[in-house]
């Protein structure tokens, strides 16, 4: 889109393209949290709304950048004094890094990136993406910069987990929710990238309101994984075992951050099974499906009733409600096996 006084290329945001065209640039927050399902472009506004508060280009509202001035050609360089990012776990103590592009960053980093002034302009922007804080301390440590940080001093945090965020982390953010973008949004970016218009359909209509999502389905990997998430579902609902290795949550070279992420792609991609399955047993074989590829898979799963098939669909929202708390992405994956599983008898053991 174009923002009244210059570019701002985002698609969807719809709740945070409100709140930030319709306010003026003297009354903007010293803190923000873009909060949704993983892939669905908190971070790319992250980037962008910073961009627009660094762009030396004057203009009259908050959204919009030149992209050829000294400050925006900084910031697409990773080079701008006055801009901080960071992508993953806050901890606290150790040795003081590097603020800028760290994946793991220090309390102690983040006080002295808050605690400094705009070296170029009125602003110094600082954004932490899928942040998530080690401990209580590092959060703790933090609260009186995220309540008073210096003036001029922008914080926006993105998380597709906030449950697991303080109370009193998010009670100091405006926080804007961030939901999947339509299906047209998705095909329309991907063909304006140059992919193919049957490819781009395909990955529009699997993707799930996410462009990184429908990117990443047209390499091989991701296909494998939507494909092992299908079977790992059908296997949950007969009750047969269900390998969950795939979500590779014993690799230690993995993050929380990105363990998260890959437990709510297996929830968002077995919602949507479990709703697809339901249509069929409800409404017969000639129901259209969201996931249609998976049809025949979905069509030889056993029946259940009706209260049976509702109890599905609520435990579902129950695993994602439970994935943006603190329990480990492993329990939270058992905890939706065992909601999928057939129903056990009385007194016999599941």
């Not at 209509?205 to 047209?218: I, K, P, Y």
Request: net charge neutral; with cysteine.
């Amino acid at each position: 889109m174009k923002g009244i006084d210059g570019t701002f290329d985002v698609v969807g945001a719809q709740a945070a393209l409100a709140h930030f065209t319709t306010i003026e640039p003297a009354r903007l927050c010293h803190g923000y949290l873009f909060t949704g399902p993983p892939a669905v472009g908190k971070k790319t506004f992250a980037r962008r709304l910073a961009q627009s508060l660094l762009c030396e280009t004057p203009k009259t509202t908050v959204l919009g950048y030149c992209g050829t001035c000294t400050g925006c050609t900084l910031l697409v360089a990773g080079t701008h004094p006055d801009y901080v990012q960071s992508e993953g776990r806050v901890k606290i103590g150790g040795d003081g890094g590097n603020a800028l592009h760290d994946e793991e960053i220090t309390a102690r980093d983040l006080v002295r990136a808050l605690s400094l002034h705009g070296y170029r302009g009125r602003h110094r922007v600082v954004v932490l993406g899928d942040v998530a804080f080690a401990t209580h301390e590092a959060a703790n440590a933090l609260l009186k910069f995220f309540e008073e940080p210096p003036e001029g001093v922008v914080v926006i945090l993105t998380t597709s987990a906030a449950g697991s965020l303080l109370a009193t982390i998010r009670s100091r953010f405006v926080e804007l929710a961030f939901g999947p973008l339509p299906r047209a949004d998705v095909e329309r970016v991907l063909l304006a990238g140059g992919v193919e218009p049957e490819r781009a359909r395909f990955a529009a209509d699997v993707a799930l309101g996410s462009v990184a999502r429908a990117r990443a389905v047209l390499d091989d990997d991701d296909l494998g994984l939507r494909d092992a998430a299908h079977a790992w579902f059908a296997n949950a609902v007969r009750g047969e075992p269900a390998d969950a290795s795939f979500l590779r949550l014993d690799d230690r070279s993995l993050s929380g951050a990105e363990k998260r992420a890959l437990v709510g792609e297996l929830i968002e991609l077995v919602r949507t099974a479990a709703r697809d399955w339901v249509a069929l047993r409800v409404a017969g074989s000639d129901v259209p499906l969201l996931a249609a590829d998976q049809r025949t898979r979905f069509d030889g799963l056993p029946a259940r009733d009706g209260p049976a098939l509702v109890s599905l669909l609520a435990a579902v929202g129950d695993a994602q409600r439970l994935a943006h708390t603190n329990v480990s992405a492993g329990l939270v994956v058992e905890f939706l096996r065992l909601q999928l599983a057939p129903p056990v008898p009385a007194g016999r053991p599941r």
